[in-house]
């Protein structure tokens, strides 16, 4: 059985990385890009949740969920 791995997007980028180590590709592919640096994550990613990262790179919220969900992941929020 596997244990759901639920992601909230108050949370940190990092946060998030360091829980759910294989949400980082996932969230780079969606447009992330700057993620794929290791000091960006350690950096503007302790600063920034999954929510406002989505709203300052123009990612539509339901974007998200639906790629989060669709790799295996749940998202805590119904909305931002």
């Known amino acids: 059985m596997n244990a759901v791995k639920e992601v909230s997007l108050k949370d940190t980028v990092f946060d998030t990385v360091a829980k759910h180590p294989e949400v980082r590709e996932v969230i780079i592919s969606l447009g992330f890009t700057p993620l794929s640096d ?43």
């Not at 920034?48 to 969900?69: C, D, H, N, S, W």
């Open 38 to 80: 290791d000091k960006m994550l350690h950096t503007a990613g302790r600063m920034m949740t999954l929510g406002r990262a989505a709203k300052q790179f123009g990612i539509p919220y339901e974007t998200i969920v639906q790629t989060l969900e669709k790799n295996g992941f749940t998202v805590k929020e119904s909305e931002l």
